[in-house]
């Protein structure tokens, strides 16, 4: 990054107790400042990053971005004062991204973000410098940070954007200037700020609208609302699907890892994902690392050592059985993509259980989208089933009368915990429980609860 006065320049920021020291990335979280990070004091609506600014320094922290000056504890250096800390923020990222000459590609969607991008970086990661962002860094905060903590040396960047609301991507998009846009795909997120999909989908192709002449847009041609906007694209564009596409793939396995086979150019790639919606993840990331100039053996070869994420769509061993992780988040698209995934598992099992957690952010219509994946898993034969949360608790007792005896299995913290309802549930050692719920309704805890063991890579 830059020199602290030249920090404080580009931002236009008054610099107190100057040293010589160079940040080595930008963080706006105490808790994870590192020796040589800059901190970025935010005010938000619950916390105000100027309370731990001694936490900071005390953790390693090298300089700061303020907007207090009262606030400077003694162990403070490097202190750039200026009025908006979060317009300082953006307005350093957009001077580092400006000195890196990387070829830089942006992802958004409504699902598969996350992966496509760790596919991505591992495909490449041994042909080229790489920088893919930490973690799902992609608002108006996320981006910049992520871009601060780019290597000057990179040769290529991996981000994702992110949209709550209208008007999210295109100044990420203005921040980000990608060569290359991957959408995965549009879904049934955030509908309480969003009309509907197709407000969804102008919102992510905003990334597209962004592309300099000559850039380039992976696009998911098996997502309906993305196929519609490429038809009237003059841009260039590279379509991947199972159903059609330049890049078009054929799954021939899905348990116990994801295999998909694509003829134009032959390709055979073998992964440890699970479930059947990652292959449009794995076909973005391929199409991506063939423009890039990686070569289809190396392409085949690197797919067979990635390994995906904890928290999305992990296979642990449990003391009843078999635990499906996807707790990472939650809308209908993926709660119906994880549902399909257990009851594909070709496993010798008795009961395919199910935790379904509130999925949250989907306005008016929240209920009845809680009710429709209660009643996919019904006709997937899916139980027990236990909910957690309002909604899901709610669509659940509207459905009892449908569902055979004993379905449903209702529990407070009052009475017992979801954990132990679930071992008194699930007898044997011939059970699949999958979780899945939004991210605030932290069902990871109940998965560590339940299994301390690793993800199950069935042979």
């Known amino acids: 990054m830059f020199p602290s006065s030249d920090i404080a320049r580009i931002v236009a920021g008054r610099l107190l107790r100057e040293s010589d020291e160079v940040p080595l990335r930008a963080i706006h979280d105490s808790r994870l400042v590192q020796k040589g990070d800059l901190f970025v004091a935010l005010k938000g609506a619950r916390t105000d990053g100027h309370a731990f600014l001694e936490e900071a320094f ?3 922290a090298c300089g700061a971005i303020i907007s207090e000056s009262g606030t400077i504890p003694d162990n403070g250096r490097n202190l750039i004062v200026i009025e908006d800390t979060r317009a300082a923020l953006q307005g350093l990222a957009a001077a580092w991204r400006s000195e890196l000459s990387a070829t830089f590609v942006g992802i958004t969607g409504t699902c598969g973000k996350t992966t496509t991008k760790a596919i991505l970086a591992h495909l490449l990661e041994k042909d080229f410098r790489v920088f893919a962002a930490p973690h799902n860094y992609n608002t ?69 609208r962004a592309l300099p002449t000559g850039g380039k847009a992976i696009i998911n041609r098996d997502s309906p609302e993305l196929s519609r906007l490429a038809d009237g694209w003059t841009g260039e564009i590279i379509s991947v699907g199972l159903q059609g596409g330049m890049v078009n793939g054929k799954i021939v396995g899905a348990c116990p890892g994801l295999i998909v086979e694509v003829e134009n150019p032959p390709l055979r790639l073998e992964t440890n994902l699970l479930g059947r919606h990652n292959a449009t993840n794995i076909l973005s990331a391929v199409a991506c690392a063939l423009e890039l100039g990686l070569a289809k053996e190396t392409i085949e070869n690197r797919m067979r050592t990635f390994k995906p994420f904890l928290h999305r769509l992990n296979l642990f061993p449990a003391p009843f059985g078999y635990l499906l992780d996807d707790t990472y988040n939650a809308n209908p698209d993926s709660t119906r993509a994880a549902l399909f995934t ?46 957690v949360g309002d ?16 379905t449903f299995v209702f529990s ?23 979780v899945k719920g939004s991210r605030d309704m932290n069902l990871d805890r109940l998965v560590i609860e339940l299994s301390a063991s690793r993800p199950l890579r069935l042979e």
């Open 58 to 60: 005390t953790r390693g």
């Open 342 to 387: 257990l009851a594909e598992f070709d496993l010798d099992i008795t009961q395919r259980a199910f935790v379904f957690g509130n999925m949250l952010d989907l306005g008016d219509d929240s209920l009845r989208f809680h009710r429709e994946t209660i009643d996919l898993a019904l006709r997937l034969g899916v139980g027990p089933i236990f909910p």
């Open 391 to 406: 909604l899901a608790t709610e669509a659940a007792r509207r459905a009892v009368k449908d569902a055979p005896a004993e």
């Open 412 to 434: 407070s913290q009052e009475e017992e915990s979801l954990a132990d309802s679930i071992r008194k549930a699930l007898k044997g050692k011939r059970n699949i429980l999958l």
């Open 140 to 208: 108006e905060i996320g981006l910049p940070i992520a871009l601060l903590a780019m290597p000057s040396n990179s040769q290529v960047g991996v981000f994702e954007l992110g949209a709550s609301a209208p008007g999210e991507i295109a100044p990420l998009a203005e921040l980000l200037s990608p060569k290359i846009a991957i959408l995965t795909m549009i879904g049934h997120g955030h509908l309480s700020k969003f009309r509907n999909v197709e407000a969804i989908a102008q919102e992510k192709w905003d990334l597209v």
